[in-house]
């Protein structure tokens, strides 16, 4: 019953902007965490943004911090990702996840969410690369 699919990733060049999209079915959109992450091939799966739709608190890993921008749209139950200023570090497979708002990552920071080993939804993931 739950699903969560992401979209809107592709291979654009540096300094361009993407939104992408999570579309999500079957949770509670408004009383969650929900958070965005991303995978090097080869590397740990880190995470980069959380949103806690309870309260309205977003958190953002120092790397993203005042490039990309975590929001929600309640009524049509998706969650985006506003990425700026694209560069080819941001190259990587995106994931959306949701969870209780007792995640980590909505409790104390993005700091926090690691791998997102207490989500318990996942999205299948959207390729990003940014070429220089």
């Known amino acids: 019953q739950v699903d969560l699919a992401e979209s809107g990733g592709g291979s654009v060049p540096a300094g361009v902007t993407l939104r992408l999209s999570c579309a999500t079915s079957?949770?509670?959109?408004?009383?969650?965490?929900l958070a965005w992450f991303r995978q090097v091939p080869g590397k740990e799966r880190e995470g980069i943004a959380s949103f806690d739709t309870g309260d309205g608190h977003t958190y953002y890993e120092d790397s993203v911090r005042r490039r990309f921008t975590i929001s929600g749209d309640t009524n049509k139950k998706i969650l985006y990702l506003l990425m700026n200023n694209l560069v080819p570090e941001d190259t990587a497979d995106y994931f959306c996840?949701?969870?209780?708002?007792?995640?980590?990552?909505?409790?104390?920071?993005?700091?926090?969410?690691?791998?997102?080993?207490?989500?318990?939804?996942w999205g299948q993931g959207t390729r990003v690369t940014v070429s220089s």
């Open positions: 996840a949701a969870g209780n708002r007792s995640a980590l990552g909505c409790l104390y920071g993005a700091s926090w969410l690691d791998d997102g080993e207490d989500f318990t939804y």
């Open positions: 079957g949770i509670s959109f408004s009383n969650s965490c």
